[in-house]
């Protein structure tokens, strides 16, 4: 039986990669073959190699996607109530559950991810996901996030929190991945979290928005901790969507 590798190309066509390949080796190592010649062969068989390894990516993905898990919501952030009372705490997937449901499963299909950090515009922390296939295609995903300054943190405690912040948003985002816990029902009175009040405040700032105008015409409340999480997405498309219009 032939090991040569055979790949999805066009909806039930299969090429032969590894057979082509041999084909312009075969040719590029031809004494007659001039010297343009050989390098348009060599370009051909680069291109060749950049879309297998596209298209094996894609083809691992859809391996990937159906076996991801919700995410059990193990983190806790206590929030202070009115008057000095306590406020309802807040749950949230740690980066570390994420991490730990989800890469045994990319890794049986060749995927891996890693993280860099860079200055964004306006001084922002960009963090940067990219996740690599065996193949070797890969892509990327970035966000840019303020220093998270809340609760009396250092500067070196600011970034770390940010760049933890990003990592969490990335992955989830990249991979489309839900928590276990959050709750849809339309009549739900519970309040947004920590990470969508950061999210909603990054967007603030990205699209130069007035707050005060904002919660009292799209969000209907005085602060953003007070937005329910019912009408959390209703903000965010407002926000993306006065984000499209100026660029």
């Known amino acids: 039986m032939s090991n040569e590798k055979l790949v999805p190309h066009e909806p039930g066509e299969i090429v032969q990669t590894s057979s082509v390949l041999q084909v312009l080796a075969r040719v590029a190592t031809d004494p007659n073959v001039n010297v343009e010649k050989l390098e348009r062969i060599l370009a051909m068989q680069e291109r060749l190699l950049v879309e297998q390894a596209r298209r094996s990516f894609f083809a691992s993905m859809g391996l990937v996607t159906p076996n991801l898990p919700e995410i059990t919501q193990r983190g806790v ?9 306590k406020g309802q705490d807040r749950k949230f997937a740690r980066l570390e559950d994420i991490d730990r449901a989800i890469r045994p499963i990319i890794a049986a299909e ?13 001084g922002k ?20 996030l303020p220093h998270d300054s809340s609760g009396s943190k250092n500067g070196a405690q600011a970034v770390a929190s940010t760049v933890a ?5 990335l992955t989830k985002m990249y991979w489309n991945l839900m928590e276990a816990g959050e709750d849809t029902d339309g009549n739900d009175p519970t309040t947004i ?7 909603l405040n990054t967007l ?18 005085g602060k953003l ?8 997405q209703r903000c965010i498309d407002n926000l993306e969507a006065k984000k499209n219009l100026a660029k």
């Not at 912040?165 to 948003?169: F, H, T």
């Open 125 to 144: 922390i960009r963090v940067i996901l990219r996740v690599s296939h065996r193949d070797g295609h890969f892509e990327t995903l970035q966000i840019d």
């Open 165 to 169: 912040y990003g990592r969490r948003i």
């Open 110 to 122: 060749g995927f891996s991810q890693s993280f860099n950090t860079a200055v964004g515009d306006g």
């Open 225 to 232: 901790e007070e937005i329910l999480r019912k009408d959390y």
């Open 77 to 85: 952030v206590a929030f202070d109530g009115k008057d000095g009372k």
């Open 193 to 199: 979290d920590e990470e969508q009040v950061r999210e």
């Open 204 to 221: 603030l700032a990205d699209t130069k928005s007035d707050v005060s105008k904002f919660l009292k015409l799209v969000a209907g409340v």
